[in-house]
């Protein structure tokens, strides 16, 4: 195979100021969010020392587990180690890249076919090479010839820097024929995701200003959201909203459909649909937005439909979620541990437990990620205990809807776990009438 080691390509004055995906030059740049980001004054992160920070990170969690390094094949994982992108969601259900990092030797992206242009602008990255899939797909019943090319290649790169030393290696995702075709030449493949999340887990100062602008790009998009909502319209056209804004403005892809209205507020969970929504309807939504940078913003909101005033009912669930929400981030401190917070968080009553949200909070950084803090309730049955440190993000989730109930609320807050407190990252209004 032939090899691509070559440095990068592009003058750095033609890099965009955004950071973001493409390149472009500054004069040629027109993300709208540039203004309203320094309007904001919110500060543009330093990349080169996030892509550093996270490398850093997966390099040293690796060496704690005593593996030589890394192949990763889910795009998160890539982006993270690499903050290379191409074809991200597509990529999700096939394995046509993956990057292999080890400990102390190279930074070798596997890439689809004539892309090595995508990431001339990474010097992390020491090499580039066409990928082989091995998948059924692109390869039909070729694949298990294909995955021992794969194999063989992958297993001559770690030995060249292994040697013979340790050719304990981890994978994140990949299928039995893959880890076998390695065993069979020498390479233990260590199937594991822990690695990866607990590199991802601690955030770095400047991962935080990537993330205040993903968060700012989604309150514009709620904004836009709110002023044209009306009766009439359906919650798929108001949920196109929110896509619409955040890829205007670099923002990548939404995980989920979560947005209801009316009597499909309860339960949650209900994904968007061709309903059409009705003046005095209950709308909740959640984000589970991958914005500018790739970083998530994961925040929920609750708006009573214009046309009608709020009902009894409408506040006092939006009561009840709010205060749980705030609650719950009051409690939180770093050293704590999750099921500290499992067994001091807010009690709902009975006729809202049934229908209580999946978890209290959830990690968040280029996706949902490390750690999901169960309730009490589910702790035998899902529960895992750590500890919530510094310089982590977090969302806090509440949900209230009574079983049987006509509607139900969703509210969520992305919060910065600091050395001394919590700041809660969205500003956005929580009211159920944000004007």
């Not at 977090?394 to 139900?408: I, N």
Request: net charge negative.
């Amino acid at each position: 195979m032939t090899r691509h080691d070559y440095e990068a390509k592009i003058d750095p004055s033609k890099r965009a100021r955004t950071g973001l995906i493409g390149n472009v030059a500054p004069e040629e740049d027109g993300n709208p969010a540039l203004a309203e980001w320094d309007s904001a004054s919110l500060i543009q992160p330093d990349m080169e020392m996030v892509r550093q920070y996270r490398l850093d990170r997966v390099r040293a969690e690796l060496k704690s587990r005593d593996l030589a390094g890394c192949i990763l094949f889910d795009p998160v994982n890539i982006r993270y180690a690499t903050d290379a992108t191409n074809m991200q969601v597509w990529c999700m259900h096939n394995a046509v890249r993956y990057a292999y990092v080890s400990v102390e030797g190279p930074v070798a992206l596997f890439d689809f076919a004539r892309c090595d242009h995508l990431t001339d602008h990474l010097r992390l990255i020491t090499e580039r090479r066409p990928a082989t899939s091995w998948f059924y797909f692109e390869n039909g019943p070729r694949e298990k010839e294909l995955v021992h090319k794969w194999a063989g290649e992958l297993a001559d790169l770690i030995r060249s820097h292994a040697g013979s030393g340790n050719q304990r290696i981890a994978v994140d995702k990949c299928e039995q024929d893959g880890i076998d075709a390695l065993a069979q030449r020498g390479i233990t493949a260590v199937p594991s995701c822990d690695f990866m999340e607990h590199a991802r887990y601690v955030k770095h100062g400047e991962e935080i200003k990537a993330m205040r602008r993903s968060v700012n790009t989604t309150e514009m998009a709620m904004a836009e959201m709110w002023r044209q909502l009306k009766p009439g319209m359906t919650e798929n056209q108001l949920w196109s909203i929110l896509h619409q804004v955040n890829i205007a403005r670099g923002g990548e892809w939404i995980e989920t459909r979560l947005l209801s209205s009316g009597p499909r507020t309860n339960p949650w969970m209900a994904e968007c649909s061709d309903r059409i929504i009705q003046a005095g309807d209950m709308i909740s939504f959640d984000t589970d937005l991958i914005g500018p940078y790739g970083y998530c913003t994961d925040i929920s909101r609750g708006w009573v439909t214009p046309g009608k005033a709020p009902t009894n009912e409408q506040r006092n669930l939006h009561a009840i979620a709010r205060e749980m929400i705030s609650y719950n981030i009051d409690l939180v401190k770093p050293g704590m541990t999750f099921r500290e917070l499992a067994d001091k968080t807010y009690q709902l009553s009975d006729e809202f437990i049934p229908n209580r949200y999946a978890v209290i909070a959830h990690g968040v950084g280029l996706a949902d990620e490390y750690p999901a803090i169960r309730y009490a309730e589910d702790w035998e049955k899902y529960g895992y205990d750590g500890v919530i440190e510094a310089n982590t993000v977090l969302s806090f989730e509440s949900y209230a809807g009574r079983v049987g109930g006509h509607e139900g609320i969703k509210l969520e807050n992305q919060v910065l776990v600091t050395e001394t407190s919590t700041e809660v990252l969205d500003t956005f209004s929580m009211d159920l009438v944000p004007e």
